[in-house]
C-alpha cells in the first residue's frame, strides 16, 4: 500500500467563545488561519476548506483563507472541501486556484463537487433545475482548463472558448483536482472519464458500503484504459485524551449541528443512540488517539484509499477544542495510522 495522505478537512463552522456565544464570523476566520498554521507546524499533510453561503459556518469565499493560510505556512497542501463549482465560474475558479499554487509553491489543490447545499443557487441567479447540467459543462470546461494550454470549448452555459489562454498558468504540472462524491455511481464514472481523483464524503453508516463504489472506480479506469487515480475519504471526527472526554465533548455541539440540518431536510432529532452508532461502527471517527487511529487505518484497508481527511469542525465546538484535536491527530493519531499500515 502506497504512504496513506491524512488531512484535515473544515466548513468554519460558527464556534462558541468562553462565554457560550457564537464568536462573530470575522474571529471564526481568524482562528481558522491559527488551526491551519498548526496543522503544517505537526507535519499534517493537507488542510480543506468548505463553501458555504448560510449563518452557521463562516467561509464563503475559501480561496481567499487558503491563500493567508499559504502566507503563513510551509509544506501543508491547501485546498478546498468542497467548492460548489456548478453556481461558480469554472475560469474564476481555475484562476484563484492557480494564484494559491503560486503563492504556496506549488501546494494548491481543489475538489470539486455540486455541494450538499444549495444557497448559492438562488444567491448567484442560478435555477435548481439546472443542477446537473450546470455541473456537467462547468466539469467539462474545467477539465479542458487544467489539461490544456490552450482551451477551446463549447457549451450552452456560455459563449465558446477559442484557443484562449488562461492566466496564471500552474508553474509546474497541473492543478491536483478532484471530484467529490457524495453516493451516486453516475459521478464516480464521470471522475474515471475525466481521469480525475474520487474523494469520497462518508458522513455516516459503516465505511464498507462505500467498497462498491470504490470498485467502480476501479472497473471504469480499466474499462477506459486509463491508470487508476487515486481515490480519498472525507469523513467527521474528533479526537481527544479519552473515548469518554471525546463523546462528551462533540456530542452536545454535534447533535446541535445535525439537528438544525436536519430540520431543514425532514430529518429527526439525532438521539445519543445514534451518535454512539455512528461512533461504533459507523463514519464519526471520535475517540482517543488510540481509537481514531485503529478506525482510520481498518476504512483505508477495507477501502484501500491514499487520502483521509478528518472533518475536525462540528458546529459550536470552541476554537481550544479544536486546536487540541488537530495536536493530537497530527502528533499521535497520524504516526500510529502509519505505524499500523505498515
Keep these: 500500500m502506497t504512504v496513506l495522505e491524512l488531512g484535515l478537512d473544515t466548513f468554519g463552522d460558527v464556534t462558541s467563545g468562553a462565554d457560550g456565544a457564537p464568536l462573530p464570523h470575522a474571529q471564526v476566520l481568524r482562528n481558522?488561519?491559527?488551526?491551519?498554521?498548526?496543522?503544517?507546524?505537526?507535519?499534517?499533510?493537507f488542510i480543506g476548506i468548505g463553501e458555504h453561503h448560510r449563518a452557521d459556518f463562516a467561509v464563503s469565499a475559501p480561496e481567499v483563507v487558503l491563500a493567508a493560510i499559504a502566507s503563513r505556512t510551509q509544506r501543508i497542501r491547501l485546498g478546498s472541501a468542497v467548492t460548489v463549482l456548478s453556481s461558480?465560474?469554472?475560469?474564476?475558479?481555475?484562476?484563484r486556484f492557480s494564484t494559491i499554487d503560486a503563492l504556496s509553491n506549488g501546494r494548491?489543490?481543489?475538489?470539486?463537487?455540486r455541494g450538499s447545499f444549495t444557497e448559492s443557487f438562488p444567491l448567484f441567479g442560478f435555477a435548481l433545475s439546472d443542477y446537473e447540467m450546470l455541473f456537467e459543462q462547468k466539469l467539462d470546461l474545467f477539465a479542458a482548463l487544467i489539461h490544456e494550454k490552450s482551451v477551446t470549448?463549447?457549451?450552452?452555459?456560455?459563449?465558446?472558448l477559442k484557443d484562449q489562454q488562461v492566466f496564471p498558468p500552474i508553474e509546474t504540472g497541473t492543478l491536483k483536482t478532484w471530484i467529490g462524491v457524495g453516493g451516486s455511481p453516475e459521478s464516480v464514472v464521470r471522475a474515471a472519464r475525466y481521469n480525475l481523483p474520487l474523494m469520497l464524503a462518508i458522513i455516516g453508516g459503516d465505511p464498507q458500503r462505500f467498497a462498491s463504489y470504490v470498485d467502480l472506480s476501479r472497473r471504469a479506469y480499466a474499462q477506459l484504459g486509463k491508470p487508476m487515480?487515486?481515490?480519498?475519504?472525507h469523513s467527521?471526527?474528533?479526537?481527544?485524551?479519552t473515548d469518554e472526554q471525546a463523546r462528551e465533548e462533540l456530542w452536545p455541539d454535534y447533535k446541535i449541528m445535525r439537528d438544525r440540518i436536519g430540520a431543514e431536510r425532514g430529518w429527526p432529532p439525532m438521539q445519543r443512540k445514534e451518535f454512539d452508532q455512528e461512533a461504533d461502527h459507523g463514519s464519526l471517527y471520535v475517540g482517543s488517539v488510540d481509537t481514531v487511529a485503529k478506525k482510520i487505518a481498518a476504512t483505508a484497508k477495507t477501502l484501500g484509499i491514499s487520502r483521509f481527511d478528518m472533518k475536525y469542525s462540528a458546529g459550536g465546538l470552541s476554537h481550544d477544542k479544536l486546536m487540541r484535536c488537530i495536536e493530537l491527530y497530527g502528533s499521535r493519531v497520524i504516526p500510529m495510522v502509519r505505524e499500523l499500515l505498515a
Design 32 to 45: 481558522l488561519i491559527d488551526e491551519a498554521v498548526l496543522a503544517d507546524q505537526l507535519g499534517i499533510d
Design 88 to 95: 461558480d465560474d469554472p475560469i474564476r475558479v481555475f484562476q
Design 108 to 113: 494548491a489543490e481543489v475538489i470539486l463537487g
Design 153 to 160: 470549448w463549447q457549451g450552452s452555459i456560455r459563449p465558446p
Design 229 to 233: 487515480q487515486p481515490i480519498g475519504v
Design 236 to 241: 467527521p471526527g474528533y479526537v481527544a485524551d
